[in-house]
């Protein structure tokens, strides 16, 4: 499968890089979200912008990224939905519990939002 890790300060973005996301390379992009989350990273972005397709073995994949977050008391986000993608998130009532926002900055910034949060929280204990 093609995509793109980059490690960020926070977190560490995965853009797919392909314009469909079944059962051809959903094992492909599951593996590396492994490995993504056995090297210690708790916050994922996903970046489907490029993905004009998803089955239900890539919505496998996308819960597999959430999963692995909440594991290790991190945050999942989805980003870029293209509307066919979106279409059977939302179908699959998987809206409900994904976190989505529009484009990787806007992760970036509910990430910042989620920092500040927590350490606001930590101050008043």
Known sequence: MSFKV???N???LIEVQSDKLDTT????LKAQLVVVSRGGEKNIVL????????DSSGLRAILVANRLCEKAIGTCIITGLQPEVESIIRVSMLHTV???TNSVESAEELLKKKKSI???VRIEE
Not at 25 to 28: G, H, L, M, T, Y
């Open 118 to 120: 927590k350490l606001d």
């Open 25 to 28: 390379n959903a094992s492909d």
């Open 6 to 8: 980059t490690k960020k």
């Open 98 to 100: 994904l976190l989505i």
């Open 10 to 12: 926070n977190y560490t």
């Open 47 to 54: 970046d489907l912008s490029q993905c004009k397709y998803c």
